[in-house]
Antibody, heavy 121, light 108 residues
Framework: QVQLVESGGGVVQPGRSLRLSCAAS????????MHWVRQAPGKGLEWVAA????????LFADSVEGRFTISRDTSKNALYLQMNTVRADDTALYYC??????????????WGRGTLVIVSS | SSELTQDPNVSVALGQTVRITCQGD??????ASWYRQRPGQAPVLVIY???NRPSGIPDRFSGSNSGNTASLTITGAQAEDEADYYC???????????FGGGTRLAVL
């Protein structure tokens, strides 16, 4: 079954680090651009980061630039989001999403169920 | 980065037609895609590109684009269409992705 499953969320203290994982099933991650999107409780969707299919291009939202990194392990078919120096406003449900558009539109045709990150002392 | 603006709340009578709009300068350069999010669920792609529906999305969903505005139209709204709808595009630089603030659709 084609799916994405996120993990690694939890409660983390401000200023600490956390790594989120996104496991892909029934398709090869490296064939697609992959994204992280988050949703704070009761709020809308916010794009966080992206990695191109070839892995060479990485993009970040201004709100996380310099604190978060995105990576993948092709042998494990998994995508990661390394969150450093977390802040209270990083509290959110984090989704990974697949971009199936080889062109310029970038539409996300597959989403995971998300993993919840709570930043609290 | 640019912004995408959506009306926060829209309502439609059961079986009627409703249009949800999304405005932003980047829409002059990039198509929007639209996502439906029901309570407690992950977003689901409903429209992408010029006017394309993924498999499994009913044909009552359609999209259109004009200038800096993208629109999602539901023709003959059903109770199960009640949800939050988000537009998404790239910003004008092409280096970031932006979501609209979302529109909560109530089907009355």
């Amino acid at each position: 079954q084609v799916q994405l499953v996120e993990s690694g969320g939890g409660v983390v203290q401000p200023g600490r680090s956390l790594r989120l994982s996104c496991a892909a099933s029934a398709f090869t991650l490296r064939a697609y651009g992959m994204h992280w999107v988050r949703q704070a409780p009761g709020k809308g969707l916010e794009w966080v980061a992206a990695m191109s299919a070839d892995g060479r291009d990485k993009l970040f939202a201004d709100s996380v630039e310099g604190r978060f990194t995105i990576s993948r392990d092709t042998s494990k078919n998994a995508l990661y989001l390394q969150m450093n120096t977390v802040r209270a406003d990083d509290t959110a449900l984090y989704y990974c999403a697949r971009n199936s558009d080889p062109g310029s539109t970038w539409f996300f045709d597959l989403w995971g169920r998300g993993t919840l990150v709570i930043v609290s002392s | 980065s640019s912004e995408l603006t959506q009306d926060p709340n829209v309502s439609v009578a059961l079986g009627q037609t409703v249009r949800i709009t999304c405005q932003g300068d980047s829409l002059r350069s990039y198509y929007a895609s639209w996502y439906r999010q029901r309570p407690g669920q992950a977003p689901v792609l409903v429209i992408y590109g010029e006017n394309n529906r993924p498999s499994g999305i009913p044909d009552r969903f359609s999209g259109s684009n004009s200038g800096n505005t993208a629109s999602l139209t539901i023709t003959g709204a059903q109770a199960e269409d009640e949800a939050d709808y988000y537009c998404k595009s790239r910003d004008s630089s092409g280096n970031q992705v932006v979501f609209g603030g979302g529109t909560r659709l109530a089907v009355l």
